[in-house]
């Protein structure tokens, strides 16, 4: 039998409905804080064993804690039976272990690389200098018209809802007012329905081009010059009509640390292509890399 779900797996779940814990001193390294099966446990050596699970898990396992460490204790009880039972090294198990070691290995080295790649001040100036674009901001006001995306029937309150058609039509009509001259904002609080923006004459709220933004909008946002009013912008529930109020650039001081991120990205993907580059592999059975039919790798039986 094959058991995917992995352990811990209960407690996590059941971790977001406990009461959050108020926080406590942290306890010395050496302090015993259980007994399992007669062998005392420390808070250094739960602390240890944390360090390898996920900030959700650790977040859970401190919200619970007697729960966790049932959890581990069954954790242990359970290795210690594989172990003497040679687990270990039962197909597949010796595989997978192999398999997960070289995992974390490699994401060990991986890291290690990232953290130590250094970064000066100058690098830092030099690429927001040379990549002004990407720390754009642009600050919106909006006109929001929606429609009924199914029909204008299919409303379930007396509210009337514009079709798909009509809405667009009504956004279209409204840009060539206000190209025309007409004043946006009074536009905004006769025919906007988004409330939030409505209630402060239209404002939108200010994005920069690595905020989350709907892929039909980002483009459109993003190449309007500022008093630049957009076209009619669709999206599941309504048009969109956008004009920017201001663009400029984030300033160096909000972006330093996206700057180091993006760096240490760039020289960790130089050194991942060099070292790739620097395999010596040879190919020596032709027919294996050329042959899509070849069988795949036999499975043990009754796994």
Do not use: C
């Amino acid at each position: 039998m094959k058991l995917h779900v992995p352990l811990f797996v209960s407690f996590v779940a059941m971790g977001a409905a406990q009461t959050p814990s108020v926080e406590a001193p942290k306890p010395l390294p050496n302090t015993v804080i259980a007994t399992l099966d007669g062998k005392k446990v420390t808070y250094g050596e739960i602390e240890k064993y944390m360090r390898g699970l996920t900030p959700q898990m650790q977040q859970n396992a401190m919200r619970n804690r007697k729960e966790f460490i049932r959890e581990y204790g069954l954790m242990l009880r359970l290795n210690e039976m594989a172990e003497k039972a040679k687990l270990d090294q039962k197909s597949p198990y010796k595989e997978s272990l192999e398999n997960a070691r070289r995992q974390i290995l490699t994401q060990a080295q991986i890291s290690e690389m990232y953290d130590n790649f250094p970064v000066t001040v100058e690098q830092e100036q030099k690429y927001y200098d040379e990549n002004k674009n990407r720390f754009e901001q642009v600050k919106l006001k909006v006109i929001y018209i929606p429609f009924n995306p199914r029909s204008a029937t299919a409303a379930q309150d007396d509210k009337k809802y514009l079709t798909a058609d009509e809405a667009k039509a009504k956004a279209e009509r409204l840009v060539k007012e206000i190209k025309a001259g007409a004043d946006f904002v009074k536009l905004v609080r006769e025919n906007s329905e988004d409330e939030p923006s409505k209630a402060k004459d239209g404002d939108f709220g200010t994005f920069s081009r690595a905020d989350r933004l709907p892929d039909a909008v980002r483009p459109v946002v993003f190449a309007l010059k500022a008093g630049e009013v957009s076209e009619p912008v669709r999206q599941p529930n309504g048009f969109y009509v956008f004009r920017a109020e201001s663009i400029s650039e984030k300033p160096f001081s909000e972006v330093v640390g996206q700057i180091v991120t993006d760096l240490r990205n760039a020289r960790l993907r130089e050194w991942l292509e060099s070292t790739t580059k620097s395999l010596d592999i040879k190919y020596e059975d032709e027919k294996f890399f050329s042959d899509p039919a070849a069988p795949a790798a036999a499975q043990v039986p009754g796994k």
